[in-house]
Structure formats: C-alpha cells, structure tokens
C-alpha cells in the first residue's frame, strides 16, 4: 500500500511530540501497510473508527486498539486524522496502558477512557499547550514507578537509549547484567516484549527525528544519531512504521522534542 501524502489543506498540521522512550502523532492517516515496531502501538481514531488487522488473523473495527511490538499489522482508518502514540516497551506507562484495554498479548481493543482519547485528540494540534499533550498522555496509563521491572533491564535500555556514540553491544550488556549473552537476550525480550536490535531501532529513529531541528536534512539527522548511512535509516523506519520517513519527516510536521521527568519512563529519561 503506498503511504498516503500529508494534506497541507488539512484542518490540524501534523504534530509529533518526542519524549525519552515515547512518541505521540497526531496527524492525517498516513495509509499505513503492514508493519512491525520495536515498541507498541496505541491507535486513536480521532473523526472515526478505524480497521486493525494481525497479518494472518483478524479484522476488527474500533476506535481505539493497542498492538504489541513486534507485531506485523496494518490500520486503515476511517476517518481523515489518527493518533499514533508509541510506547517504550520497558516503562510503566507501557503496561498501565495495557491493562486499561481488553485483548491479548497482541492486540487489544478498546481503551477504558476512550472517549477521552478521542475528544482529547480532536483538540491537539501543532500549537497545543505541552500541558494538554502531556495530560493526554497521561490517559493512555499512568506513568508511575515500575518496580516489577528488572533493574538490569531497565539499565540496559538506559544504555540504548543514550546518546549516540560508540555501539552498545549486546555482549556488554550482558556483563553489566551479570548474564551470559543468552541468558541476557532472554531475559530482555521477556520484561520488553521485543529484541535488543529492534529496541536500538527505536531508539535510533526517535533520536533522528529530534535531531532535525539541529541539522539541515534527514540524511544528515540519520547518521548522526547512529544509523550506518541514510539508506539504513529508511530502510529500518520503512519497516517499524510502514512507510517511508519522507512522508512525516520531511517538513510536513510539525516536530516537538521534550525532556521532562513528569514524562520520562524511569531510567529511560534524558
């Protein structure tokens, strides 16, 4: 499916706010195809339902359906603008949001405050108040301290999630952990729910997009925050987002990066 273009004409501009370990779009549907991210996924339709479907699996219609990472799925919305609000897998916020949804270990529908979501969503545009943004984040789960999660594994993801620089390798993530590497990478996929590679992923794409506001193109906002080369970087943002980083990234919208521990996931935190 080829990503549908931003709408200069659309009533909102496109918003992304980029927090440590979170991201939220608000914006016109991108006509998203199959994909699988490195963290999961809240869905709003904001002026409608939407259609969620599992690859080899079902089709469901709703307002509001949350996809764990890893997952390949495709969304087609129904109306004109959606809300996207990725969450990294190692925070509370993460888990606060799943237990308000019924569903799976994959997919899960229907958000406790959904009706929030939705009128709170209709109203955040480019120009809104951090206040509200934060507020409506806030009604995805509370974002308190987590203290079910393994302190080596929050350290770890810390680790990812910092500056860019030398590599971290997973070998050394491990030591720190006090694991052999295998026992490490098992250990980390069960309190994550996805890899380390794909978490770096992740990582990485946020980094680059709160980076353009520094540099003066994508290509150059991509190496420096850690990729191999700009192909790399659209290669992996194809992949986790189903479409191509041309279509949101390239001026199109409206790009916010906050650091605020009322925000920030534990450890995860700039």
């Given at each position: 499916?080829?990503?549908?273009?931003?709408?200069?004409?659309?009533?909102?501009?496109?918003?992304?706010?980029?927090?440590?370990?979170?991201?939220?779009?608000?914006?016109?549907?991108?006509?998203?195809?199959?994909?699988?991210?490195?963290v999961?996924?809240?869905?709003?339709?904001?002026?409608?339902?939407?259609?969620?479907?599992?690859?080899?699996?079902?089709?469901?219609?709703?307002?509001?359906?949350?996809?764990?990472?890893?997952?390949?799925?495709?969304?087609?919305?129904?109306?004109?603008?959606?809300?996207?609000?990725?969450?990294?897998?190692?925070?509370?916020?993460?888990?606060?949001?799943?237990?308000?949804?019924?569903?799976?270990?994959?997919?899960?529908?229907?958000?406790?405050?959904?009706?929030?979501?939705?009128?709170?969503?209709?109203?955040?545009?480019?120009?809104?108040?951090?206040?509200?943004?934060?507020?409506?984040?806030?009604?995805?789960?509370?974002?308190?301290?987590?203290?079910?999660?393994?302190?080596?594994?929050?350290?770890?993801?810390?680790?990812?999630?910092?500056?860019?620089?030398?590599?971290?390798?997973?070998?050394?993530?491990?030591?720190?952990?006090?694991?052999?590497?295998?026992?490490?990478?098992?250990l980390?996929?069960?309190?994550?729910?996805?890899?380390?590679r794909?978490?770096?992923?992740?990582?990485?794409?946020?980094?680059?997009?709160?980076l353009?506001?520094?540099?003066?193109?994508?290509?150059?906002?991509?190496?420096?925050?850690?990729?191999?080369?700009?192909?790399?970087?659209?290669?992996?943002?194809?992949?986790?987002?189903?479409?191509r980083?041309?279509?949101?990234?390239?001026?199109?919208?409206?790009?916010?990066?906050?650091?605020?521990?009322?925000?920030?996931?534990?450890?995860?935190?700039?």
């Open positions: 499916m080829s990503p549908a273009p931003l709408s200069e004409t659309c009533r909102e501009r496109a918003a992304l706010w980029l927090w440590p370990g979170q991201a939220l779009y608000v914006g016109p549907a991108l006509g998203l195809g199959f994909h699988s991210g490195a999961s996924c809240l869905a709003v339709g904001v002026d409608g339902e939407f259609t969620v479907e599992v690859e080899h699996g079902a089709r469901h219609r709703t307002r509001t359906a949350w996809v764990a990472a890893r997952v390949r799925h495709r969304i087609t919305a129904g109306g004109t603008r959606m809300a996207f609000c990725y969450l990294d897998p190692a925070s509370a916020r993460e888990r606060a949001c799943r237990r308000l949804l019924d569903g799976g270990a994959e997919l899960a529908l229907d958000h406790a405050h959904q009706a929030e979501l939705v009128r709170g969503a209709a109203s955040l545009g480019a120009d809104a108040p951090l206040a509200e943004v934060r507020g409506w984040l806030e009604l995805t789960g509370p974002d308190g301290h987590d203290r079910g999660r393994d302190p080596r594994v929050l350290l770890a993801t810390a680790r990812l999630a910092g500056p860019p620089g030398q590599p971290v390798a997973a070998r050394e993530l491990a030591a720190e952990a006090g694991l052999s590497v295998s026992a490490f990478l098992r980390f996929r069960a309190e994550t729910g996805t890899t380390v794909r978490y770096r992923l992740w990582a990485r794409l946020v980094r680059t997009a709160g353009l506001g520094t540099w003066p193109d994508l290509s150059t906002a991509a190496v420096e925050a850690g990729f191999s080369s700009p192909s790399h970087f659209s290669s992996a943002f194809h992949a986790m987002f189903g479409l980083p041309s279509a949101l990234l390239s001026g199109r919208a409206v790009i916010r990066t906050v650091e605020h521990p009322a925000v920030a996931s534990g450890p995860t935190a700039g």
